[in-house]
Structures are given as C-alpha cells and as structure tokens.
C-alpha cells in the first residue's frame, strides 16, 4: 500500500516524482501500443466526479482504468447528492471508503482541498477554477517525448491567466524552465492564488509578439473558461489581440511546438493555420493525457513501480 499522497496542484509532487512518472508513462505507453496487458490495478476502483463538462479528462481516466485492470466510476453533481448539498466533507468520508482513488473536477481549489483532507485514499485534481495538473503534466511529457527535457526551455503563455496558465507557472518552479506569460491589461498572472512561490520562473509582457520571441512552446487557452461564463462578451474585446497565429510562430524558435488543452476555439485564441500547421502537437498532448495519468494512477494508488527492462 502506498503512503497517501493527492495531486491536487502541480507542487503536490517533486522533480524526481515527475521524473519518475515520465519514465513509467514511456513504458506504460509502450506497453498499450503494442496491445501488451498491464493489470496493476485489477479489481481497483477510481471514482470520478465531475461538476463541470469534459470529454478529454473523462475519457482518458475511464479508458485508463479500464485498461490498467480496474474500473471507474462516474458521478456528476447533476444525478449525486453532491448537487443537493451533502458537505464535501461527508461525501469524501464515504466514497474514499469504497474506492482506490478519487478524481474531481470542480469550481473552488477549495472544494478539492477539503474533499482531500477527508480522504482515505489519493484525490486527483481534474480541473479547478485555479489548475489543471493533468493537463500539464501531459504537456511536459509531450514536450520531453518531442524535444527531451524541459529544464532551461522557455514556454511562451499567450492569454487568459487561467487554470493552465497557474499550473504552467508552477511547473516551471518544479522543473527548472521559465514561462513568457502575456495577457491582456486587466488579467495578469495573480502569484498567491497561482501558488507560486516567487518570481523567478516567469516574465510578464504586455506584447504577446515579444513573450513569443525565443520561445521552445508556445501554448494557449480559452479566453473563457468553465464557470466564468457571464465575462464571455467582455473577454471576446479584451482578448482580440492575443491570438495565436502565424506571425506569432513566426517569432518563436524555428522548431517550437505548439500546444493548446483544448477544446480550441479556432479564431478567437488561435488561428486555424497554426492548430492544424506544422508546430501543432495537440493531438500527441491529448494523447498523452491517456498514458500520463495511468503513470499517475500506478503511482498514487501502488508507489513507484520499478522499470523492468525487457530484451
Ligand atoms: N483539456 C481538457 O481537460 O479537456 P476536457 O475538458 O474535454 O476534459
Ligand atoms: N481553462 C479551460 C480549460 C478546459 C480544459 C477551462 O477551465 O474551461
């Protein structure tokens, strides 16, 4: 049984954890493309609950399960008595008695926080209003598998100071890179609610052509996530100018990629010619939320499995 840890932000783990996790997402990986059975986890549970839309993050952990030997469970807060107001804390205190482990995507980082703190078994952080962790890690990964490591490599962030954007900046403290955030005036990178725990890993621009200069990755968001949808019209004015395009790429390292979580909104965050051109990785990253987060799942529930190297 291992020791129980949550991944709930991206700091949760350390740089030889991630290390760790990259080298089983490699085998696991292979493993899964050469349709070679890898049960760690039969006869385990992962509940999953989700108070906000996905397709990637449902997806992924459900077919990962399935395909570590195990099974998931999905509860929304629409058919639960999660909607109907039974405390987070009464609701961990019961599910983590009847699973492995628990992954929720929810509004306030506080919910999760607070579910964890009453949990028998890991929680994982599927999305909140502050960080997307699986996200990132996935795009590390993608990163690393693509280009090698990461450490010292410059991540140019164009838009909305989101969910990602926090996990990106706390990433870069983690691993050693340094991120070129530029949002519109009005929406810059907020330290304390990002959980940073200095300055020293990002610098803020105000032209996004200038944070793109240099860059390794350029990635984007949404200008509107999940839950902040009555700023939708105000956001579409304010974020005009922090397109992705073209141009953008242009300034960046000849041989950057370019990643985007999706969904994307072609137009808005990014111009068709640079998701569907030749920087764009964003079906690897998606991809590689699969075989990421069943490198997540075989450490939290079981610790680190050693590497067998086969002939
Ligand atoms: N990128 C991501 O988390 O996608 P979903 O919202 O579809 O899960
Ligand atoms: N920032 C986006 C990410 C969606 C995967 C949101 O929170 O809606």
């Given at each position: 049984m291992a020791k129980l840890r949550h991944?709930?932000?991206?700091?949760?783990?350390?740089r030889a954890d991630f290390e760790h996790l990259f080298a089983r997402t490699r085998w696991i990986k292979n493993q899964f493309k050469r349709y070679r059975r890898y049960w760690p986890l039969e006869d385990r549970t992962l509940v999953m609950i989700f108070e906000k839309q996905s397709t990637r993050t449902r997806l992924s952990f459900e077919a990962g399960m399935h395909q570590l030997g195990g099974t998931a469970i999905f509860l929304s807060t629409r058919d639960s008595q999660l909607g109907r107001g039974e405390p987070v804390e009464d609701a961990a205190q019961v599910i983590s008695r009847m699973c492995d482990a628990v992954m929720i995507r929810t509004f306030d980082q506080n919910i999760i926080e607070r579910f964890a703190a009453n949990s028998r078994v890991p929680v994982i952080n599927g999305l909140t209003n502050e960080y997307h962790p699986c996200q990132v890690l996935a795009d590390i990964y993608t990163f690393v598998e693509q280009r090698?490591?990461?450490?010292?490599k410059t991540v140019a962030w164009i838009g909305d100071s989101n969910n990602v954007c926090n996990t990106w900046l706390q990433a870069a403290e983690a691993l050693d890179f340094n991120v070129h955030v530029s949002t519109p005036p009005g929406y810059e990178v907020e330290p304390e609610r990002a959980g940073l725990y200095g300055t020293d890993h990002y610098e803020e621009f105000r032209d996004p052509m200038q944070a793109a200069k240099g860059a390794d990755l350029v990635s984007t968001d949404v200008w509107t996530s999940m839950g902040f949808e009555a700023e939708n019209e105000a956001r579409k004015r304010d974020f005009e100018d922090w397109q992705v395009d073209a141009e953008m790429m242009r300034a960046a390292r000849k041989n950057s990629l370019f990643m985007h979580c999706l969904p994307a909104h072609r137009g808005e965050e990014v111009a068709a010619e640079v998701i569907d051109g030749p920087h764009s990785v964003v079906w690897d990253e998606a991809e590689n939320r699969l075989h990421t987060q069943k490198a997540l799942l075989e450490f939290l529930v079981l610790g680190k499995v050693k590497t067998v190297k086969k002939k």
């Open positions: 991944f709930l932000q991206f700091k949760d783990l350390s090698g490591s990461i450490k010292g």
